[in-house]
């Protein structure tokens, strides 16, 4: 009787002991589900160096001389330039700007650090503004977006899940997780530059490769994994993530249909109807396979940057062009979204630049003899924007903040919201991220 | 006399006629992995350093054809696995392409069915460094004579994949 109570008494504590409460470091029982406020989050990262005049200010030509207008009406509200046409302007394909959909950060900070690309990106991926210099291609000390969504979402998400999708290499590939001892690429975010993935490099060297059907696959693996038993290190240090060998064997499907498909000229791009696609810039190019991404993994965070602006370091009239094309694509892909019945009213897009530009021009004349601008960390090199769009039930709609000289928020912002967004903002430990929530943008 | 000496002279001329085919064999043993000699390994413990992705491409591409990679392909294959997160699927669809080009030094299932014991030892030094041990023979073997669907190509990419090639 006694040893059938000491089993019973037993049983209890080791009961006991598996469902006792985790105590998180925040003080918190068990991990809070976290209340979202939508499943899905795309950041696009309109960067480059977006001078406030001719984005949001919609300047056009007037610090040029000449006229003003908006060019960038699928985002902004506001009438075009009606005259001395630079660009061959696409009809907006928004039916109200992105603005009215959503509550726009009109003077956003970015407040320290050398207004440097990779510093802008860091700053928004991370939450962190960094000093370190502009063209070194090191993953961030300060943990990403994606890692925090990964290490602190719950239930734990793989890296299909998130992605990042650059426009250009440099130091951006870099940008998918950082070397935080706490975090690293096991919390990484899956990563594609499509111009080289998709392009003719990706054409060239990924597409056509040997097929092996699953039985195939299986033998292969079997060896493999007989070889893998003969050898005592592993190859896990290899740079970058490492997807589980489900996500692993999804993703190199979606890689040769979507191959097979730019060979075949079958990917839909983000252009007006009946423009070429000799009009394609990098920056469409990215959001065109982006949304590829988008429709076949839904994945709860991507982050996407544009990038082609920055020709107006010597080419103002490019910038101008490339401008109003990026803006095209940011509408494109909002409307995208809303037709996948996954994404549709699940999704808020955030839209900021990675930094401005400065206030006075260099002394670098285009084709067309207007001046240049550099960002050399000039005040106005400090002012950017923040859309933040999504359903009407969940983000505050047509509201305005801010105005020069009475900021509302810093890009350093954008990652806890994120976190906010998606549920996990709570359960990152205080100190790690020094921004606010924006959390005028919800209802 | 002259008998004597008629004999001495075919003798000789026997004696240095398979000299030399000994001196062939000897020749046709040191370049019959790569474009230069290499060193086998004695044993798989000796690998202690994790090629980067350059060198395994590279690697890779010289095992499989049996010469140098042109330097702008490698500049290329460079871009393609930078634009990949999971560089271990970056690496394994540059391998699949590799696997269908005109060039490749791989031998058809029948030549792999009809000496396997030279092909398993032949495809461990190419792709190891080192010879099979005898359990990794006999394992190999049974799994091949098993399995009639298992091709080259499919034991080639196994190799490549594999941790241990992943290492020098």
Not at chain 1, 293 to 314: A, G, M, Q, R, Y
Not at chain 2, 144 to 162: C, G, K, M, R
Request: charge should be negative; aromatic fraction near 12%.
């Amino acid at each position: 009787m006694k040893r059938r109570s000491f089993i019973k008494k037993a049983s209890i504590a080791t009961a006991g002991t598996f469902f006792a409460p985790y105590i998180l470091p925040s003080g918190r029982l068990f991990a809070a589900a976290g209340d979202r406020v939508v499943n899905h989050v795309v950041l696009v990262l309109f960067a480059g160096g977006v001078r406030h005049q001719e984005s949001v200010e919609q300047a056009y030509l007037t610090y040029q001389g000449s006229n003003a207008g908006n060019i960038m009406q699928n985002m902004f509200t506001g009438a075009a330039p009606s005259s001395n046409l630079l660009y061959n302007p696409w009809n907006p394909i928004q039916g109200s700007s992105l603005a009215s959909q959503g509550t726009f950060f009109k003077e956003l900070q970015y407040a320290q650090g050398p207004t440097g690309h990779y510093n802008g990106h860091t700053a928004a991926i991370t939450g962190n503004y960094t000093d370190v210099g502009t063209n070194l291609a090191i993953n961030p000390d300060f943990p990403t977006v994606f890692e925090y969504y990964r290490r602190h979402n719950d239930p734990a998400k793989s890296a299909i899940n998130t992605w990042w999708m650059s426009e250009g290499l440099g130091p951006y590939p870099a940008l998918n997780y950082s070397k935080h001892g706490m975090y690293g690429p096991m919390y990484g975010a899956n990563y594609f530059r499509p111009y080289s993935t998709f392009g003719n490099i990706g054409l060239d060297y990924l597409n056509n490769g040997l097929t092996l059907q699953p039985d195939d696959v299986g033998r292969l693996n079997t060896m493999k994994n007989f070889f893998d038993s003969n050898f005592d290190k592993s190859a896990s240090d290899l740079p970058g993530i490492i997807n589980n060998s489900t996500d692993r064997e999804t993703i190199h499907a979606f890689m040769k249909d979507v191959l097979n498909r730019t060979q075949n000229g079958t990917v839909e791009f983000p252009l007006p109807n009946g423009v070429s696609t000799g009009e394609m810039t990098g920056d469409l190019i990215n959001i065109q396979y982006t949304w590829e991404v988008l429709k076949n993994f839904h994945p709860e965070l991507t982050v996407i940057n544009t990038f082609n602006l920055d020709t107006c370091h010597s080419d103002f009239t490019g910038y101008l062009k490339n401008m109003h094309k990026a803006d095209y694509g940011v509408g494109w892909l909002w409307n995208k979204i809303q037709s996948d019945p996954v994404l549709q009213n699940d999704t808020i897009m955030i839209c900021m630049p990675d930094h401005g530009r400065n206030d006075l021009p260099n002394n670098v004349y285009d084709a067309n003899g207007l001046r240049a601008f550099d960002h050399t960390s000039d005040d106005n090199s400090r002012r950017v924007f923040a859309l933040i769009v999504g359903p009407s039930a969940k983000v505050n709609q047509n509201l305005v903040l801010g105005s020069a000289g009475n900021p509302v928020g810093q890009t350093i912002d954008i990652v806890p919201t994120i976190a906010h967004i998606l549920g996990f903002y709570d359960q990152i430990a205080s100190g790690m991220l020094p921004g606010q929530v924006l959390t005028q943008a919800f209802i | 006399m002259k008998k004597f000496f008629l004999l001495g002279i075919i003798s000789s001329t026997i004696f240095s006629s398979c000299k030399k085919e000994v001196l062939k064999q000897n020749v046709y043993d040191n370049v019959y992995y790569e474009v230069t000699p290499v060193t086998l390994y004695t044993s798989n413990a000796e690998k202690n350093k994790q090629k980067s992705s350059l060198q395994y491409i590279s690697i890779l591409f010289s095992d499989l054809f049996n010469q140098s990679i042109p330097g702008s392909d490698l500049n290329n294959i460079g871009e393609a696995i930078l634009s990949i997160g999971d560089k271990g699927l970056a690496n394994q669809m540059i391998l699949e392409r590799f696997l269908t080009l005109p060039g490749i030094s791989i031998p058809t299932q029948t030549q792999m069915n009809a000496d396997l014991n030279s092909f398993i030892t032949s495809a461990y030094q190419r792709f190891y460094l080192r010879n099979p041990t005898e359990y990794e023979k006999i394992y190999l073997k049974n799994l091949i004579q098993n399995d009639t669907n298992i091709t080259p190509e499919i034991v080639y990419a196994a190799f490549a994949l594999s941790n241990e090639y992943m290492f020098y």
